[in-house]
């Protein structure tokens, strides 16, 4: 059974920084393209950034240059750093592992993230 499960979230002020961290089990991590995701309140859930199974990686507008993505293949752990966090960064965050082909997709429980003024 495959698990992704999220920490590192909390409460930060503007231009503060988080370390979120998502442990993944049950599936070969390193086929895996690895990426994050949120939702902020009456909103979609938005790509936030990625990295692929041979370590390139992908930033929305939003975050390029504050958000760095990576991963630690022998832990099975993607992590992404947020800098200069700004409070249109609350929301709740989410890991995603994604093969590639249908019905291989999968995601964590969410972490919450929130960042006052």
């Known amino acids: 059974q495959v698990q992704l499960v999220e920490s590192g979230g909390g409460d930060v002020q503007a231009g503060g920084s988080l370390r979120l961290s998502c442990a993944a089990s049950?599936?070969?991590?390193?086929?895996?393209?690895m990426a994050w995701y949120r939702q902020a309140p009456g909103k979609e859930r938005e790509l936030v950034a990625v990295i692929t199974s041979g370590g390139s990686t992908n930033y929305a507008d939003s975050v390029k240059g504050r958000f760095t993505i990576s991963r630690e293949n022998a832990k099975n752990t993607v992590y992404l750093q947020m800098n200069s966090l700004k409070p249109e960064d609350t929301a709740v965050y989410y890991c995603?592992?994604?093969?590639?082909?249908?019905?291989?997709?999968?995601w964590g429980q969410g972490t919450q993230v929130t960042v006052s003024s």
């Open positions: 049950g599936l070969t991590f390193n086929n895996y393209n």
């Open positions: 995603n592992a994604n093969f590639g082909i249908p019905g291989y997709d999968y």
